[in-house]
Every structure is written in structure tokens, then in C-alpha cells.
């Protein structure tokens, strides 16, 4: 098993760009999230997920979109990138039952111009 | 919604004494409280966790103690080695979200 994994590894964007961050799970978890982290910032949470079809605002979803349309997928949209987006990326995904560990991709890392 | 404090944000300890890394958090229905260790350049992967049911949980050289009524809830790693050199996320759980704390880079002296 692949485990989680994300779509690119790194990107630069100039501003006013837009992109689409792919997450992909093989593990038929039902829980989904988009971190972001900045130094100093520990992990943000951005949008999360708890079923196909569904999704919630984190703590700082503003300028960012998100769908989950298959169950092992959660795509992160910028649509107007901001050097404010520069980030790393990183998703995660849980089994639907309470209090399961959290499993992580390897990250995004964005750098907006 | 849930806030969650983290301290010390670095911390330098001797190899071979102890670590003790603290959280608080804000939201009493908060009911499981997961600790990652971050690898530079890794992704975060969890050590240790625990639910609000347990007041502390030990795996070998970690431990995570819990206070409900302080809403606090703490790392212990004892015997430190070169290898726990790291940055440390505690975390709370409320219902769907997953709130962290903004981290502490654990060094240990040689």
C-alpha cells in the first residue's frame, strides 16, 4: 500500500496563478484533511473532510477550495495564488471511527511569487 | 473552536536526561489528544496518544500524562537519545477537527 500520497512534490506559482494540490489515500479512510505549515506555526489546519461528497472549513480556509468527490481522493485549490500561500502542504487521512491515528503524505512545498 | 498552546517551543536537553514538552487546550469536549514527532523534511508521525478517558499512557521511553480539569496534558521522554532530536506537535480532537499546537524543537546535547 501506497499509504497517502500528494501531487506535485513542488511547485513555484507566480501570484494571481492558480493550482490544484492532489491528495490520494489507499486505505479506505473515510477522514480527510489539508494542513498548511509555516515555521513557528505548527500545522494549520485549511479544510477537512469526513466522507465523499462532504466538506468543512478548518481554521484558515479563506482562499482556498477543496472537493472530495472519490473517497481516496481530496483536491486543494488556490485559485488566485498569494506569496501569503507560501507553504508546505500536507494532507492527512483517519479511519471513520473516533480518536484513529492520523496518516500523512510527504508534503507540498509552494512557493508563490 | 478549539485552541491549543504548546511549551516550551525549543527545548535543549543533555542526551540521557529527560524531556517534558506541555499543552493546554481550550475546549473541555476535547476527547482525545494524539503527540507527532517531525523529522526535518518528514512528515509528521505519531508517537504517542490518548484519550480523555485515561489520565497516562506509557511506550517505553515516552509517556503522555493528562489533566482534564486543567486541560492540560504532557510528553515525557526519558533516557534521551541523539534520535529524539526532532520538532514535537501536541494535538486535541473535538468531534471532526484536529486542532495542533505550533510545535517544540526538542535538541539534545551531546
Known amino acids: 500500500n501506497a499509504g497517502v500520497t500528494q501531487t506535485p512534490k513542488f511547485r513555484v506559482l507566480k501570484t494571481g496563478q492558480s493550482m490544484t494540490l492532489l491528495c490520494a489515500q489507499d486505505m479506505n479512510h473515510e477522514y480527510m484533511y489539508w494542513y498548511r505549515q509555516d515555521p513557528g506555526m505548527g500545522l494549520r489546519l485549511i479544510h477537512y473532510?469526513?466522507?465523499?461528497?462532504?466538506?468543512a472549513k478548518g481554521e484558515v480556509p479563506d482562499g482556498y477550495n477543496v472537493s472530495r468527490l472519490k473517497k481516496q481522493n481530496f483536491l486543494l485549490g488556490l485559485e488566485s495564488a498569494a506569496p501569503s500561500q507560501t507553504s508546505v502542504y500536507f494532507c492527512?487521512?483517519?479511519?471513520?471511527?473516533?480518536?484513529?491515528?492520523?496518516?500523512f503524505g510527504p508534503g507540498t512545498r509552494l512557493t508563490v511569487l | 473552536g478549539e485552541n491549543v498552546e504548546q511549551h516550551p517551543s525549543t527545548l535543549s536537553v543533555q542526551e540521557g536526561d529527560s524531556a517534558v514538552i506541555k499543552c493546554t487546550y481550550s475546549?473541555?469536549?476535547?476527547?482525545?489528544f494524539p503527540w507527532y514527532k517531525q523529522e526535518l523534511g518528514k512528515r509528521p508521525q505519531l508517537i504517542i496518544d490518548?484519550?480523555?478517558?485515561?489520565g497516562e499512557k506509557k511506550d517505553q521511553r515516552i509517556a503522555v500524562t493528562l489533566n482534564k480539569t486543567a486541560k492540560h496534558f504532557s510528553l515525557h521522554i526519558t533516557e534521551t537519545q541523539p534520535e529524539d532530536s526532532a520538532v514535537y506537535f501536541c494535538?486535541?480532537?473535538?468531534?471532526?477537527?484536529?486542532?495542533f499546537g505550533k510545535g517544540t524543537r526538542l535538541h539534545i546535547l551531546p
Open positions: 490518548i484519550r480523555s478517558n485515561v
Open positions: 473532510s469526513v466522507g465523499e461528497g462532504t466538506t
Open positions: 492527512a487521512s483517519t479511519r471513520l471511527a473516533k480518536n484513529n491515528e492520523q496518516f
Open positions: 494535538a486535541a480532537r473535538r468531534d471532526d477537527k484536529i486542532i
Open positions: 475546549d473541555s469536549a476535547s476527547n482525545y
